[in-house]
Structure formats: C-alpha cells, structure tokens
C-alpha cells in the first residue's frame, strides 16, 4: 500500500510574489510517520506552502528536504516519483473520466510502464488488479463507471485522496481535505484518513479544528506566511496567541 | 462493442469495394478524403487528446510534402528513400519546433504553431529557385511500388487505402496505449498529472512528434495525389481547414476527424463549383458546429446509436 514512511524538512522558507511576503522564514521538521496539521486564518500561507513543497513553484530562499535529501530543485513530477503525493483544496480530478479509468491513471503513473505506446494499456492487468482493489477499499466499486464529474461532491473528495494515495506515497500533502463537507461526511472522511497506513507521514491542512486536532499527533500554526505556534494538539489549543489569531485581535508580528 | 466491431467490418469493405462502383472522379474523391482523414486524425492527437490546439499543424503535412516532391523531381525516383525522407524531415523538425511551442498554452500555443507554420510558408514562396516560389512544384510522378503502377486511379486509392488503415491500426494502439491515456489525462488536468509523477513535457513532446510523423504521411499521400505541391500546402488555411474537420467530426476520437475530413472534402468539392465563397460556408460550420454541437458528428451519432461500454477518451 505504501512505501513506509519518510521525513519532511523545510529550512528557512521564504516565498515572494511581487511586493507581497507570503511566506516569512518557514521551518518546520516532520518526522517519518508523523501526522501534523497545519492549521492558520485565510491567506496565512498554508496552500502555499504546499505548493512550494510539492515543487509547483520555487521558493525565493530556504530548502525542501524529503528523506534526508535536498528537493528543493526537482520538478514536481521527480518528487512525486519519491513518494510525495497530494491532494488539492480544489478539485482536482479528470472530470470527464470514469472513476476507474481516474485511478487507473494514478495507479499507471507510478509503474514503469507510463511511457509505453506500442501496446494497449490491457496488456498491463496488474493495473487494472490494483486499481480495483483501490475502488474496493475505498468503497468505490459500485461508482467505478461514472464519469467523475457526475459524483458527489463528497465523492469527489474522497477520489481526490484515492488518487493521492495510489502513487504510494511515504509523505502525503492532504490539503483541506473536508472543504465543503457536511459534518457526516467529514465523519467519514476522518475515518479514513484514520485508517491510513501508520508509517506514511501526512501533512493536513485543515479549517475544521475537530479534524485538525483528532487526527494529528502536532499542530503547527502559522500566520502572516509565519510558524507562530507549535505542538501537540492540547498545548496548541490552550496557547493564547493562537486564540487571539483565531478571534482576530492577534496583528502579525513586525 | 461487437456493434462497433461489426460497424467497422462493413467500412472497410465499402472501402475496398469502392473502385468496382465508383466513378474514377468519385474514386478520386474518396482518396483525398482518406488523405485528410489521415491528416485530420494526426492533429487530433493533438488537439483532442492531448489539448494542444494548434493552428500550424500543417507545418508538417506541407514539409512531408515538399521533401518528397523536391527529391522525385530533383534528386531520383527512389520510393522508399523519397517517402522516409518525407517522414524524417517533418519529424525532425517537430523535434526542433515543439521546443519552443511547448512552451506556450492555449491561445498562445496556438499562435505560436501558426507562426512557425507561416515562417515555412514564407519560404515555400520566397525562395523560388529552390521551391518554385508561388508557382510551386508541378510534375511529380506517382512510384512504381515493386513493379506496380500506382499511376492510376485505383492502384492509387488502394495504396492511400493500406497507408491509412496501417496509420489508423498505429493511431489506435498508440491513443490506447499507457501513453495515450496518459495524454488524455493531461488534456483533463496538467496540474493533476504533474503531482502524480507524469512528465507532463515529455508526453506532450512525444505528441508533438508522432502527430507531425502521421501528418508528414499524408503530405506525402497528397503531393503523389496531385502530383503538384505549393506554398498552398502550408498555408494557414489549410490549418483551419484540418482543425474544423477534427471539431466538426469530433476531437479526443480517432474515427470523429476521419469522419470530419470526409464531410469537408464533400462539402468543398460540390459548394466550390457554386460558389467562389466557399471558405464563408467553412467559417459558418465551424460557428456552428462549435455553437451546437461541440462534440462533433460523432458524439451526436454516439448519444443516438450507443455502442455499448464505450469510454469518452
């Protein structure tokens, strides 16, 4: 299911666009199997981040450590090749494709066979196997032939991670994965994202403190693209900083 | 499934038929709808499967042209030799040319095909001595396939006839393949792709590349058709031409653009002799077809006649 587990560092991240300052010397170290929220108000940094840390942009200083090892100049699709997987706050899925034909597509991508084009993808069934037991671990099945655009929305989330994960991924980025949830299908989601192999370590981004607090084993906030607070989930919630951020009375530090 | 099969079964024996009841005009006719069938399904790999509109995919149908028009007349009657170079030339071109045109997207890709398709067009009619300039190159002569012919009407359209159904059998393995899927993943959403661990450049240059290889085929089918090659060739309304037939048949399948180029070959050849605003009309279907119907004939065909499971590519 995974490839064990990895550490995540990032040193000293600092991320410019034009005039605006959205990250302000970020560093954080996550260790292998660790599960760590990132939690902060709207346009503290947090996608950004992400997107820093699976490559869809540079930095404009610090470093990106995956494994041990200095990311900081490899494109996103090298990264994912590592173990790196991810989820987006906004959809991102092949709407026009079925469900299966959506993992096949994950699941394709991290076997040697991606590059091929003189033989038809049936010739491969191993895909096809995992693929299914993809669908069927996740509850799928009975979807697998629906365009992904004529699901659910909650269903969509939760491809949204299935594609994520069938990269194997020893780091996951699960970025708001309840965005627009009801509280019972956030239940659900929750749930599974419980169930997740131990060793893959996961960074959440999340709005919903239940989530965010449940799930994780620390809690780094961040504010105005800086690291503000960090710890395990009691101490986070009782420190007074992050509840003036999250009351609004907190101005960013100078 | 077995319907498409069966569907698919009774095509290609009209095909092969066709010469037994078609007048050697109609004949005539039905090859250069094969050519541009050819041509058209080379673009859509492109541009409907893997999103990349351009509008200078004719670049290499007038390069696999040209090549092979300047070494018949110029050079010598070798056939294999003339129609490989036909084949390499516009392939290593597109080597050259998609590294910069991958640079761009949308709007932008496609001004950048159309203006690197002009440059050659700018050639083609400036440099006369070696090209012909305006006048292009007449005189080019059918080959001797093996001590067969192909100077006639029928040995001619059988030999389109294999060249595309040996192209169609390549196209079909190749939008089938892992790679084909993958294209169509981009098509759907780069961003996606990328964090999966696709490299998203390098699939969209092998595009790139086999899509001038099989363009660069039907240059070649269609300057042996006519015998005569031009600056026409790669003008940029042949691009748009091309480009209407794989929308108005249906982008992302392989068998919408061949249906596309059959309908617009038809349409050109009777309206023309009606009228001298025949590329008004062209302008009107493409309104159309884009207001209407923007799955092109063949989707329409598909929601009225399903053919079992079948996966939108």
Known sequence: MTGGGAGIRVEGLVKDFGGLRALEDVTLRVEPGERRAIIGPNGAGKTTLFNIITGIFPPTAGRILFDGRDITDLPPHRRAQLGLGRTFQITTLFPKLSVRDNVLLAVQAADPARFTLHRRVEAYPHLFRQAEELLERWGLRDRAAAPVRFLSHGEQRQVEILLALAIRPKVLLLDEPAAGLSPAETATLADLIRGLPRETTILLIEHDMDVAFTLTDRISVLHYGRVVAEGPPDAVRRDPHVAAIYLGTATPKA | ?313
């Open chain 2, 1 to 313: 499934m077995r319907r498409a099969v069966g569907i698919g079964l009774v095509l290609g024996l009209l095909l092969l038929a066709s010469p037994a009841v078609l007048s050697s005009y109609y004949l005539g006719l039905l090859t250069k709808m094969l050519i541009f069938a050819l041509f058209a399904m080379s673009l859509d790999l492109l541009l409907g499967y893997t999103g990349l509109p351009s509008l200078g995919h004719t670049a290499y149908f007038g390069l696999g042209a040209y090549t092979t028009g300047l070494l018949t007349l110029r050079v010598a009657q070798t056939f294999w030799i003339n129609v490989l170079a036909g084949i390499a030339v516009p392939t290593l071109v597109a080597l050259g040319f998609s590294l910069l045109t991958l640079r761009a997207r949308g709007t932008y890709f496609l001004m950048i095909t159309l203006a690197l398709a002009q440059v050659l067009w700018g050639i083609a009619f400036g440099w006369r001595s070696f090209t012909g300039g305006d006048d292009g190159l007449p005189g080019i002569t059918r080959p001797t396939l093996a001590g067969w012919s192909l100077t006639g009407e029928i040995p001619f359209y059988y030999f389109v006839l294999v060249v595309f159904g040996g192209c169609l059998f390549l196209l079909s393995i190749v939008v089938r393949s892992p790679l084909g899927r993958a294209l169509v993943g981009i098509r759907e959403s780069e961003m996606r792709m990328r964090v999966l661990g696709y490299n998203v450049w390098a699939y969209q240059y092998v595009a790139s590349i086999l899509a001038a290889l099989f363009a660069g085929a039907a240059g070649i089918l269609f300057v042996y058709y006519n015998g005569y090659v031009g600056p026409a060739y790669l003008s940029v309304v042949v691009s748009g031409q091309v480009l209407l037939m794989v929308i108005l048949g249906g982008a992302g399948t392989l068998l919408g653009p061949a249906l596309g180029a059959g309908i617009i070959v038809l349409l050109e050849n009777f309206l023309s002799a009606y009228t001298e605003r025949w590329l008004t009309i062209l302008g009107l279907i493409y309104v159309a077809v884009t207001l209407f119907a923007p799955r092109g004939v063949l989707g329409i065909l598909r929601e009225r006649f399903p053919l079992g499971r079948r996966a939108p590519a």
